[in-house]
């Protein structure tokens, strides 16, 4: 059974940094994209950024909302993806989702998802 | 202007049809594949339909899901009270490199 759980929410103030991580099982991690998202709160749903496996580069794509400010890594040997955040905002106050990405021709398909984990920012 | 757009609300009875519509902005976006995810109050999003028409395993059969040119609509048929959410469209965009979702319908079940 796949699974993905986040962690490393909280309450931050504006201007500090935190890092995220999610936890795969259940699944060959480093054959997967793996997709960061978030939901502000009352809100739709937000791409945030991706990392191609690293036997595909392990290349990553941030959403122009938060580039510079958010990078993204993993661990293949422990399947884990982290979201590292930066120079947060108010703005960034969200429940961040993790979710594996399954190719499907030349779809792109976030298919699995974590129950996400809250971050708020906030002085 | 959006790249996809959906109504903000829908609702129908129990048992009944109902569909949510997802436009499009321009015809060269979801020509990899419209994505539908089911988001149920305090949970997290679930995917309903890839690839325009494509059941996951385990979504049951009254979901279902098109797409024609740049219009394309999730049917929930047999409508029941625990499919009352948020219900989202999705798809890759090329240019950004990243996906895109619609704004989200939230289905009542009066």
């Known amino acids: 059974e796949v699974q993905l759980v986040e962690s490393g929410g909280g309450l931050v103030q504006p201007g500090r940094s935190l890092r995220l991580s999610c936890v795969a099982s259940?699944?060959?991690?480093?054959?997967?994209?793996m997709t960061w998202l978030r939901q502000a709160p009352g809100k739709g749903l937000e791409w945030v950024g991706f990392i191609k496996g690293n036997a595909y580069g392990g290349t990553t794509e941030i959403a122009a909302s938060v580039k510079g400010r958010f990078t993204i890594s993993r661990d293949d040997s422990k399947s884990i993806a982290y979201l590292q955040m930066s120079s947060l905002k108010t703005e960034d106050t969200a429940v961040y989702y993790c979710?594996?990405?399954?190719?499907?021709?030349?779809?792109?398909?976030?298919?699995?998802w974590g129950q996400g984990t809250l971050v708020t920012v906030s002085s | 202007q959006s790249v996809l757009t959906q109504p903000p609300s829908a609702s129908g009875a129990p048992g009944q049809r109902v569909t949510i519509s997802c436009s499009v902005g321009?015809?060269?976006?979801?020509?990899?594949?419209l994505n539908w995810y089911q988001q149920l109050p305090g949970m997290a999003p679930k995917l309903l339909i890839y690839s325009n028409d494509q059941r996951p395993s385990g979504v049951p059969d009254r979901f279902s899901g098109s797409k024609s040119g740049t219009s394309a609509s999730l049917a929930i048929s047999g409508l029941q009270s625990e499919d009352e959410g948020d219900y989202y469209c999705?798809?890759?965009?090329?240019?950004?490199?990243?996906?895109?979702f619609g704004g989200g319908t939230k289905l009542t079940v009066l």
């Open positions: 321009t015809s060269n976006i979801g020509s990899k594949g």
């Open positions: 259940g699944f060959t991690f480093a054959d997967h994209a």
């Open positions: 999705a798809t890759w965009h090329d240019t950004l490199y990243g996906w895109v």
């Open positions: 979710s594996r990405v399954r190719d499907v021709l030349a779809n792109h398909v976030p298919d699995y």
